[in-house]
């Protein structure tokens, strides 16, 4: 198959917001009288802010009402919002903007798959709104990853069937979202959480205009 678009998923793919949000559930849980390490937060990548706080909770042993969850979230999200609204282009990981030039100039097409409802914000304070043909973030989703819903969606949005589309995820939920779409994966991380992925980089300066071709070519 020719790829047509390549997909991606926002958070430790784009920019690197992931400290972001370890940093404010981290926050979350002293404040509830518990830690939340690294490895923890492990447990929430790729995964929507209800389930990430239902993991945290998890974690802590508490057991609390809707209404308690739905202000703890909230208060959360307030401080990660702080946090990324000073974010601007240094932001962007290593190698995102040639390989972005590179297959935009050979007229691939790209779009956000991502569940974050905040990326419409740290997109414009990227600067790299303009860079996606299309937009599907947590605000235009009901379900969460590894439920294919969001790259299904941005398929949709692009025209293209997803057999035309490859993922680029850092999280195992999202690379099981992009087998459940029938689309091909790269996996940016470790070989030992994304091993389901069609071929897995450590970072998106080992990714090339030749390589997706390759990866398109491949069986």
Known sequence: MAVKACLFD???VIVDTAKYHY?????????????????DNERLKGVSRVRSLEILLEIGGLSLDEATKEQLAAKKNVWYV???STMDEREILPGVKSFFAA????????????????AMMILKNVGMVQSFDAIV???????AKPDPEVFLLGAKALGLNPEDCVVFED????????TRAGMR???????EHLGQATIVISA?????LERLIALGESN
């Open 10 to 12: 926002l958070d430790g």
């Open 23 to 39: 940093l404010a559930w981290k926050r979350l849980a002293n404040e509830l009288g518990f830690d939340f390490t690294e490895q």
């Open 82 to 84: 702080e946090s990324i």
């Open 103 to 118: 297959i935009r100039a050979a007229g691939i097409k790209t779009a956000l798959g991502s569940a974050s409802k905040n």
């Open 137 to 143: 973030d947590g605000n235009h989703t009901s379900q």
């Open 171 to 178: 999280a195992e939920s999202g690379i099981e979202a992009a």
């Open 185 to 191: 994966s790269v996996g940016m991380g470790s070989s």
């Open 204 to 208: 998106m300066t080992e990714m090339s």
